[in-house]
């Protein structure tokens, strides 16, 4: 042990600084610089085992060094030596002389740290460490935490960058600007915001600060001009004195409409920020409620003045223990703000790439070559999706040759899809090259020289016409030196002239900043292959048409969908592309347009309730009765020994309950509270679906951020007409009225939902109960990109389009559903038995509204009609087609009856005590189900249209499902939540169907099907 023998260390008290204790370290904390601090070591510092006292303290040396500076060399030790230590000489002897910040001698030491070397920083921690040999930091008592305070304050504010995957940039453009409609990373720095130290001693108090600030640039007349304001709450109850805050400021489109923003076409924008910071100290009292009251009893500006980053910047640092030097960090006191939208980046990176294609030139070839090195065809094939078929592109033995100009197109989001790129019968390994398209000497069978990625393709020579070509007078030579015997068809050939001027070209590796192994990757000779993603425009810019973007933006995060609400494929296509040369067909090139895999359905659907239809309705009225009844008899019996006078007597108590029902005509509510209670009716909903960067599914109903929004507002209007109505019914005092609230809260609690009406019904359970179902009505719609591809037409190989389905469903249309209650037949056969049930009903219900045994059989049935509508805007859709490549129902009307036979049992018990509220108990369900469905239906294949009938039965299910409970809330938060479930997976026997007719109506070479059983197991 270096420090052989001192285990704590004392430090003299004075009003200059304040000596604290703090999870078992000794802090001293100064607010002077120029204070001295003694600290010091006596008997009681030293272990027990310490061998001549007096020498050890005499021996003693001091060191100051900061904790931070401590711990990273300390860990850059360890990790460099394997020693796991405290410390120990070597590691001493290799700390740098400028770390070191104080040296002392002697049992006693006197810190000023306005004498540091380098002058402290307020809450940074700086240990004071008495040794004998080397210092260590074992034990928590060992060591003196020396801190520098000053009043709360900001530190510094600045500016992260962003990155290039968080600004989304394409490659090749400068990731240090921000751009409109994103957000900033902001770090903002703080010491003793909120002051831990000032925490009431009640647990529950806490300090809130509020930071305050505003964004603003600087004019020309160096006049800083406000555009927008922005604030965060902190809470810190840990005990640290300096804390950090990440904050996101968004970048809103309509700082660029400020006067003196972007004062030059094209010119990036800074804008700095300013901050103040305000505490609230808020103490928390218990209420007779069973809630917390947060009263905010004091609001005080701790920093008067703005930290400004454009006038109080400055660069901080790190220390790099690896460098053992403290290191600038990277920060802006800016946010700079590029005036391109995302939307205008994308569009220039789409034109370069079009560019490209135009300059290189896709030679159009008619007719078979026959030069030795070549291929025969070029394939290309989405390995993801398995089920759709390749594209021929080029295929020298078919009647039509190149469909080069043709582009493949696939749908894919932030991860990547895999796409091969096939050259059939590829010849180009010692073949003779005559170097056409390539600079001179380069030969084909490097694979850069076929798959042209790494070097700038040559373009042929072209005009009005076309390409422009000469006769090969080199082309029996190299038939010859390839050993092909020459024939009448291919002794003489014709070929493009190259264009020697070559600087318009870029390499596709540049243009599009590909790398090998990551982006594309030579699988075999003859195949490559491509890791192409769809780079989503995640901001919301002025150019949108459609939407609002400083509305939009700010509903919720994923408002970047509105950019593909209206899904248009010239405006989303990102271009991918490949030059593809030999010498027998130099600059073919395969095309490939990238679009999202983005799904959208607008639901609208409407419920029709039994109030809807009801034009009376019950209101009941209950009467309560206590009842005595005192029956008394007298008997008189003659006997030969004389006359016998008995008396008897018999005395009953209980409750009736009685409960009078009138009729009366429903009232309805008329204009806007009519409207309202129609829109409570109807669901709507437009979800966006799509995959993120792992492929997972993300789904999001942009509906609902609107939606919250206005209820927010309505609900704002709603708290001002009740305060209104209050006012006018003379209720105007706000803490009665919070009271009376409050009260019935708890009696509704009390009560367990239990109530007279409840009673009467577990009293007066029918045997039968008869329900009608009501319509339900659904019209869907989804719009995506979809495959075009169709075998009946070549054309649209390879070809994606928007895609619409759309679907109307009644589920049902109308329906019946009748329930028989067995328990409560059986106990109607005797009388006794019917006593015993009501009072065990009664029993259980007065426990919990939720009890009671069970044994129910349900039959009901409905009608249902279905209809699909499919049309893609290039295939067109089965009624247009007459068939369908898969088989799809397109309108159907079907009749069910459905059957449950049920028996359970429930058993709860809740018991409320204004502050903590338990639940106890459980329930059990074993039942058998079944279901017959007949229906008729329009339908489609790949044989045509045809009508069908089919009846299908679901087999029998069997099923259990039980679960226990207990619930323990104090305060309305639980502290206990124990919830086991047991759900096995259903048991099903019997499932069958019988199509009973199938009858093409526009395949007369079909016959009609009849009666096909399935089963199944087939």
Request: net charge negative.
């Amino acid at each position: 042990m270096g420090s052989k023998g001192i285990i704590h260390v004392k430090v003299e008290e004075s009003t200059s600084y304040a000596i604290v204790k703090r999870d078992d370290y000794q802090y001293v904390e100064c607010e002077k610089l120029g204070a001295p601090i003694t600290a010091f070591i006596d008997d009681y510092c030293l272990d027990k085992g310490t061998v001549n006292p007096q020498s050890t303290l005499q021996s003693t040396k001091w060191i100051v060094i900061e904790e931070i500076v401590w711990d990273k060399l300390l860990a850059e030790h360890v990790k460099e030596t394997g020693k796991q230590s405290f410390g120990d000489l070597e590691f001493f002897k290799s700390i740098p002389d400028r770390h070191i910040l104080g040296k002392f001698n002697g049992p006693k030491a006197k810190v000023n740290l306005a004498n540091f070397s380098t002058p402290p920083t307020p809450g940074n921690i700086y240990l004071l460490m008495p040794y004998t040999h080397y210092p260590e930091n074992r034990y928590k008592s060992q060591n003196l935490r020396l801190v520098y305070l000053k009043d709360p304050y900001i530190r510094y504010m600045y500016i992260d960058p962003p990155s290039q995957n968080e600004a989304d940039i394409p490659f090749g453009y400068d990731s240090k600007l921000h751009l409109y409609g994103m957000y900033a990373h902001v770090y903002i720095s703080t010491h003793l915001l909120p002051d831990f130290r000032k925490v009431g001693e009640f647990g529950g108090d806490k300090i809130i600060t509020e930071i305050k600030g505003e964004v603003f640039f600087v004019n020309d007349a160096n006049e800083e001009v406000k555009i927008d304001d922005f604030s965060i709450d902190i809470e810190n109850n840990k005990k640290g004195y300096n804390s950090y805050i990440d904050l996101k400021i968004f970048i809103n489109s309509e700082w660029r409409n400020v006067e003196g923003v972007h004062n030059k076409p094209n010119q990036s924008q800074k804008y700095y920020l300013r901050a103040r910071a305000i505490t609230k100290d808020v103490t928390v009292s218990i209420n007779p409620t069973p809630h917390y009251d947060y009263t905010i009893t004091d609001h005080k500006t701790i920093q008067p003045a703005y930290y400004n980053t454009y006038k109080d910047f400055q660069k901080w640092f790190k220390f790099n223990a690896d460098e053992e030097m403290w290191l600038e960090m990277a920060m802006q006191a800016f946010i700079e703000v590029r005036w391109d939208t995302m939307e205008m980046i994308y569009k220039k990176f789409e034109i370069e790439k079009n560019n490209q294609i135009q300059y290189i030139g896709d030679v159009k070839y008619r007719v078979k070559e026959f030069d030795p090195c070549g291929y025969s065809t070029i394939t290309v094939k989405d390995e993801v999706d398995k089920k759709r078929e390749a594209l021929i592109l080029f295929d020298e033995d078919a009647s039509v040759i190149d469909n080069t100009d043709n582009y493949f197109e696939i749908t894919t989001g932030e991860k990547a899809k895999l796409i091969s790129i096939t050259l059939g019968n590829l010849k180009h390994k010692g073949v003779y090259c005559q170097g056409l398209l390539l600079e001179a000497g380069q030969k084909h069978d490097n694979l850069n020289n076929v798959f042209q990625i790494e070097r700038a393709t040559y373009a042929a020579i072209r005009d009005e016409k076309g390409y422009k070509t000469e006769k090969d007078e080199t082309h029996q030579d190299q038939l010859g030196k390839a050993n092909t015997k020459v024939t009448k068809e291919n002794e003489t050939d014709y070929d493009v002239i190259k264009n020697p001027d070559n600087s318009k070209i870029k390499t596709v590796q540049h243009v599009m900043n590909w790398k090998e192994g990551i982006n594309y990757t030579f699988k075999e000779e003859n195949e490559l292959d491509l890791n192409l993603r769809y780079n989503y425009n995640k901001t919301l810019t002025i150019s949108n048409d459609e939407f609002n973007p400083n509305v939009v933006g700010n509903l919720f995060e994923e408002a970047w969908l509105f950019n593909y609400l209206w899904l248009d494929i010239d405006k989303h296509k990102q271009v991918y592309y490949i030059p593809i040369g030999s010498c027998r067909y130099p600059n073919q090139i395969v095309k490939i347009n990238v679009l999202p895999d983005i799904k959208w359905t607008l639901l609208f659907k409407f419920n029709f309730k039994e109030e809807d239809f009801k034009q009376f309705k019950e209101e009941h009225q209950y009467e309560v009765n206590a009842f005595f009844i005192h029956r008394s008899e007298t008997t008189v019996a003659h006997t030969p020994s004389g006359t016998t006078t008995s008396r008897s007597s018999m005395t009953a108590g209980g409750v009736t309950l009685r409960r009078n029902t009138t009729i009366v005509p429903v009232q309805r509510q008329g204009g806007v509270k009519r409207l309202i209670e129609i829109l409570k009716n109807i669901n709507v909903s437009l979800t966006a679906e799509w995959k993120d960067e792992e492929d997972k599914k993300q789904e999001k109903d942009v509906i609902e951020g609107f939606a919250t929004q206005i209820c927010n507002f309505f609900g704002k209007i709603s708290d001002i007409a009740k305060l209104a109505g209050n006012l006018v019914e003379g209720d105007s005092n706000e803490e009665d009225r919070s009271n009376k609230e409050q009260l019935e809260k708890e009696i509704n609690k009390m009560k367990g939902g239990r109530s007279l009406d409840g009673i009467w019904n577990a009293l007066n359970q029918k045997t039968q109960e008869t329900e009608i179902l009501y319509p339900s009505i659904a019209i869907a719609a989804s719009w995506y990109y979809a495959n075009a591809d169709d075998p009946k037409q070549p054309n649209l190989m390879g070809r994606k389009s928007l895609q619409i389905d759309a679907k109307v469903e009644a589920s049902p249309i109308i329906g019946l559903e009748i329930k028989w209650n067995f328990l409560e037949m059986l106990a109607r056969k005797h009388p006794l038995a019917f006593v015993i049930k009501k009072a065990l009903d009664l029993t259980l219900y007065l426990i919990d509204p939720r009890n009671g045994p069970k044994v129910t059989f349900k039959l009901s049935g409905e009608l249902g009609l279905k209809a699909n509508f499919k049309h893609n805007m290039l295939a067109g859709n089965a009624y247009s087609k007459g068939y369908s490549a898969k088989k799809e129902e397109l309108i159907s009307g079907a009749a069910t009856i459905k059957a449950d036979l049920q028996g359970s049992i429930i058993a709860y018990a809740t018991t409320y005590l204004i502050i903590s509220e338990y639940t106890v108990g459980g329930e059990a369900k074993i039942g058998v189900k079944a279901e017959v469905v007949n229906k008729v239906y329009l339908g489609a294949d790949i044989d045509g249209l045809y009508l069908a009938n089919t009846t299908s039965f679901d087999g029998f299910t069997f099923y259990v499902e039980s679960e226990a409970k207990l619930e323990i809330s104090l305060f309305g938060v639980k502290v206990v939540d124990w919830n086991p479930k047991y759900d096995p997976e259903p048991k099903n026997w019997g499932k069958c169907s019988m199509d009973w007719i199938k009858v093409y109506l526009n395949n007369p070479d079909k016959k009609t099907e009849f009666a096909k059983f399935k089963t199944d197991e087939n």
